[in-house]
């Protein structure tokens, strides 16, 4: 396997087209490609095949699709382009003949990925039908604990105010109807699953017990 040297890096906004759609997807990519190469000074230049190792490209068609637009739409950025699931990618990088990848970030997916690239899969249906494991999915969870102790509709055997006082620091709020906002009209996954790096960071400190049994549910 031969190595390569990474030439750019570059960062951009979401790439799951379940979440933006394949459009807007496609768009943050051009960007992406954008800033590439104006971080090394450079005008963008046309590479031979491009590699997209995307959450949310889980079906053939799918698949097509985003192939297909590329060539079409942004056939300057590139004169192919290959579009696989990102766990395609994890399980490349670190094996010639296929195996398993687990990803844990702000959601979760296990796919095992045969040398015939066959695959099958245990988990990746998003944060509403899965991603179980992923930091959304433990943020969610504190966020939740901490409102049905509020309600009185289930009350923790933990105090609950260390990590309330968390959640309305991270979110800015300091009541329950102001986090409405960020569950449905300003929802953003990312941002809900950032607020877990924070629970990580502080919870020994602040010695929240019902932090660390969320943060240990995942081990379970």
């Not at 109807?177 to 629970?199: E, H, P, V, W």
């Given at each position: 396997m031969k190595k390569g040297k990474v030439f750019a890096e570059s960062e951009g906004e979401c790439t799951n087209q379940w979440l933006v759609g394949i459009d807007t997807v496609l768009e943050n990519i051009e960007g992406m490609w954008t800033k590439a190469f104006e971080s090394k000074g450079m005008s963008p230049v046309q590479l031979q095949v491009l590699g997209l190792s995307l959450s949310g490209v889980d079906a053939g068609h799918i698949k097509r699709e985003i192939e297909e637009k590329m060539e079409k739409k942004y056939s300057h950025i590139s004169k192919h382009t290959v579009a696989v699931n990102d766990s395609f990618g994890a399980v490349f990088t670190a094996f010639k003949k296929g195996g398993i990848a687990i990803i844990a970030g702000t959601g979760s997916n296990c796919q095992l990925v045969g040398s015939d690239l066959r695959q099958v899969g245990c988990g990746g249906w998003g944060h509403l039908l899965g991603d179980e494991g992923g930091a959304f999915s433990i943020a969610h969870r504190l966020v939740k604990a901490v409102f049905d102790d509020l309600d009185c509709l289930e009350l923790s055997p933990y105090d609950t105010t260390p990590a309330q006082q968390l959640i309305w620091d991270y979110f800015g709020v300091d009541n329950q109807?102001?986090?409405?906002?960020?569950?449905?009209?300003?929802?953003?996954?990312?941002?809900?699953?950032?607020?877990?790096?924070?629970?990580a960071t502080v919870s020994s400190i602040i010695f929240s017990l019902l932090c660390v049994k969320v943060l240990n549910w995942i081990l379970c």
């Open positions: 109807m102001d986090m409405m906002q960020f569950y449905y009209t300003k929802f953003t996954k990312s941002n809900i699953a950032g607020l877990t790096r924070i629970m």
